[in-house]
């Protein structure tokens, strides 16, 4: 008994040069791949390209280091003499096992890789999950993996959503954008003069120096929209991903400067109405105003 021990030990020290050195190669490719993550950094500017750029650096770089991490643990196994083909029979047995009782895991992997190979989205962009259902979730796409989406919300909340629970994703973010415009202006305006001010409008708008770039194609006013108590025309502008938002609050902010100086005004939500009291004993009437 004390020998075979003995062997044992005595093996162990003989392998301990070889998985020294096993453990130092494995460490330094970790390094490696850490740096070379690091190192392919992607421009600020959004773009198709940077968003499929830094989706496979995160993607490849930590499945890299579960390469090297495995092919460590079974050169080392090896080394101190444990039979690692039947190892490995053994884990692929209990891997389909297991499979039957993790499909959902399966299937979130399955997605996760069709996700990647067609570049649905990727890290940064802007997207709604699920939203042909009640349980929504939106944002901008923080991490993605074979397994789970991150997507971190206006508020800052992050949601980690499994890749097999994705039906349908809406991507806010990809190639280019649209501002949908409905401007509501006053009756009384003639609709020749609500048009040609508009397009004036819509033209300064696009043309000044710090927004021009962000515009695809020059505004187009399409004409009246709908018609109710106030005339609605809508404007569309084909801008840059990820620019319709800031765009939308600019365009709302000069739009109203603008029609506060033509003197456009919208009527009151609720005009004053005038209610007549009739008091029987005098047989007068008064009149009430009420707002």
Do not use: C
């Not at 994705?166 to 280019?176: G, P």
């Not at 609605?232 to 506060?260: D, F, H, Y």
């Amino acid at each position: 008994m004390l020998d075979r021990w003995l062997k044992k030990l005595e093996g162990i020290l003989d392998a301990a040069p070889t998985v020294f050195l096993t453990i130092v190669i494995a460490i330094i490719l970790l390094w490696l791949i850490n740096r070379f993550a690091a190192a392919v950094t992607t421009p600020k500017e959004f773009s198709r390209r940077n968003v499929r750029t830094e989706t496979l650096r995160v993607v490849l770089s930590s499945s890299l280091r579960v390469l090297v991490l495995v092919l460590t643990l079974v050169a080392v196994l090896s080394e101190l003499g444990v039979n690692v083909t039947a190892l490995l029979a053994g884990v692929s047995i209990l891997g389909l096992a297991v499979s039957f009782g993790a499909q959902s895991m399966v299937r979130d992997v399955l997605n996760g890789f069709f996700i990647l190979l067609e570049d649905q989205y990727g890290v940064g962009d802007v997207i709604k999950v699920n939203a042909a259902s009640a349980h929504v979730l939106a944002g901008s796409v923080e991490s993605l993996n074979l397994r789970v989406t991150v997507l971190r919300d206006l508020e800052g909340t992050a949601h980690v959503i499994p890749n097999g629970e994705i039906k349908t994703v809406s991507v806010l973010s990809k190639d280019w954008a649209r501002i949908v415009a409905d401007v509501e202006v006053p009756n009384t305006i003639p609709i020749e003069t609500a048009m040609t001010e508009l397009q004036a409008l819509v033209q300064t708008f696009s043309s000044q120096p710090e927004l021009s770039d962000k515009f695809l194609e020059p505004p187009e006013v399409l004409g009246i929209q709908a018609l109710g108590a106030q005339t609605t025309i809508r404007v569309l502008m084909k801008v840059q991903p990820k620019e319709q938002w800031a765009l939308s609050r600019e365009w709302r902010k000069q739009l109203r400067n603008r029609l506060g100086e033509l003197g456009w005004q919208a009527p009151p939500a609720n005009p004053p109405v005038t209610v007549q009291l009739v008091t029987e004993s005098t047989n007068h009437t008064d009149s009430e105003t009420r707002a």
